[in-house]
């Protein structure tokens, strides 16, 4: 982790406010999480509870307060997915990585997480990988679609 530039993204928030959600979205980007002794630091720096600082980190989705893999999975199993096999995706995801959702891979390689939307209903059974897309998902594609990840 560099200290150094955390402490720039902390300082870059001093004596501003409602500037948490972006600082701990600022974090995350750059950690991949948001580790407690940063959460520490952060109350310690802007004098803010460290309560209050869980409470919205914990809220949050897009914020993570365990370590997340380089490449975070998304299995959509939102109802038009799951009518077409989402759960059979997740199922061929965990079997691949060896790790169920809402878990992270030993090596920090995958975070999966089934979600209940990726906003393409029509292109379901859907999964994405970062910020790629990949619809018409059969369990069969997955070993093949992760395997450009490693």
């Known amino acids: 982790m560099n200290e150094e530039k ?11 406010k409602g500037i948490l959600i972006q600082l701990l ?28 600082i869980y409470r919205v980190a914990s809220f949050y989705a897009a914020l993570s307060l ?14 038009a997915c799951h009518v077409r096999g989402g759960s059979k995706i997740l199922d061929a995801v965990e079997d691949f990585l060896k790790i169920k959702a809402g ?13 209940n ?3 393409c209903c029509a292109q379901g059974p859907m999964l994405m990988v970062g910020n790629d897309y990949y619809g018409g998902v059969k369990p069969t594609n997955v070993k093949g679609i992760l395997e450009k990840y490693k």
């Open 103 to 115: 878990n992270t891979t030993d090596d920090m390689t995958f975070t999966l997480s089934g979600v």
């Open 66 to 79: 365990k370590p997340i893999g380089t490449h975070l999975i998304q299995v959509c199993l939102g109802t």
């Open 117 to 119: 939307c990726l906003g």
């Open 6 to 16: 955390i402490e720039q993204i902390i300082k870059k928030y001093q004596h501003k």
């Open 25 to 52: 979205l600022d974090i995350q980007k750059e950690l991949n999480w948001i580790p407690p002794n940063i959460i520490k630091k952060i109350s310690e720096t802007l004098n803010i509870p460290v309560s209050h």
